[in-house]
């Protein structure tokens, strides 16, 4: 089992013995206990204060305590369960508001094109202490690569330059079109050949970004969740179909955690002056992937509102800026 808060909730993942994977609010129903200080025979989840068992579903199972004149059916007792899948070796959860009615649920998102590679060959988990908005505006932000992750093995602050990008809109959200990456990273050189890449975004916080020389494909997938107001999580999986990448995995694990260090540390910084002032200026072009963000959240909460289906904001376009 594992306890993790999201959204502000406390949640209970755990894995059953058939396979499946389950997801409980990690408050008992009977007096507060977390579940998680309880046990789990594979099947069942046992509270540890009076013995209350809940299985995969939340449906109470027993209750040690009753005699059987009380008249109380356990069945009818539950803890809030959610829906979860698992996909290319991760879990998703979807944590609706219950009093908001979801008519159409953004789909999982699948890395493309990764043949033969399932599962991540290097993942890196790390908290920012901001609010998710601020962490998916970094994150979908080109502008600040030369001043925060400046490293030898990535770029230099004197390679900015002008670049021109095609972006259309996807599936609730935006792709930057298939196009040659800068030639000013190292990194890409490592791959071998001219690579092309493909980034796209999609809510609630999702950003894959698809890079392939000939038949070397390298995927990384980005997940932004909310912790809580002023919390959030990265969760940073790297796919890839090239056998020596999966065996140097451990190393470029380091450079990944370096990387993503250097926009927690800005972010840290960001906080001291948030405090002070929450108005923030998104300029043309550079900032207009966090503005598209903020107008696809937007349409997604008018969507659910009116009940009717969601229409994308984000129109075909050429953004260009300096980095
Ligand atoms: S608090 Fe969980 S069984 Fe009583
Ligand atoms: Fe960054």
């Known amino acids: 089992m594992l306890d993790k808060l999201l959204l502000d909730e406390p949640v209970l993942f ?5 396979g499946k ?3 409980l609010r990690d408050i008992c129903p009977h007096r507060g206990m977390p579940l998680s200080c309880g046990s789990f025979d594979g099947r069942e989840v046992e509270c540890c204060y009076h013995g209350w068992r809940f299985n995969g579903e939340g449906a109470c199972t027993a209750i040690p305590a009753l005699t059987g004149h009380e008249n109380i059916d356990p069945g009818n007792i539950k803890v809030r369960s959610y829906p979860v899948r698992e996909s290319q070796g991760g879990i998703w959860i979807f944590m609706e508001d219950p009093k908001v009615k979801v ?12 043949g033969g590679a399932e599962k991540p060959a290097i993942c890196e988990v790390m908290h920012f202490p901001c609010h998710i908005d601020h962490a998916v505006a970094g994150l979908m932000d080109p502008a600040h690569g030369p001043f925060v992750h400046t490293s030898w093995w990535w770029r230099s602050r004197g390679s900015i330059h002008e670049k021109a990008k095609p972006f259309g809109p996807s599936h609730f959200g935006f792709t930057m079109l298939r196009h040659r990456p800068s030639s000013n990273s190292f990194a890409y050189k490592l791959l071998g050949g001219v690579p092309e890449t493909e980034i796209s975004f999609q809510l609630p916080g999702v950003r894959i970004e698809h890079t392939r020389t000939g038949k070397n494909v390298v995927c990384n997938l980005t997940c932004v969740t909310p912790i809580n107001e002023n919390e959030t999580e ?4 790297i796919y ?10 451990p190393i470029v694990k380091i450079f990944a955690r370096r990387f993503l260090n250097q926009d927690k540390s800005v972010v840290v910084k960001q906080q001291g002056g948030l405090k002070y002032e929450q108005n923030l200026m998104l300029i043309r072009d550079a900032d207009t992937q966090a503005r598209w963000y ?5 349409e997604f909460a008018r969507a659910q509102a009116e009940d009717r289906a969601f229409n994308n904001p984000v129109k075909e376009t050429v953004l260009r800026w300096r980095s």
């Open 14 to 18: 755990g894995r059953d013995d058939q």
């Open 21 to 23: 994977v389950f997801a």
């Open 103 to 114: 008519i159409e649920l953004p789909p999982l998102p699948v890395v493309p094109d990764i």
């Open 234 to 237: 990265i969760t940073h999986l």
């Open 240 to 249: 890839t179909n090239i056998g020596w990448l999966k065996l140097f995995a």
């Open 294 to 298: 903020m107008q696809l959240k937007n």
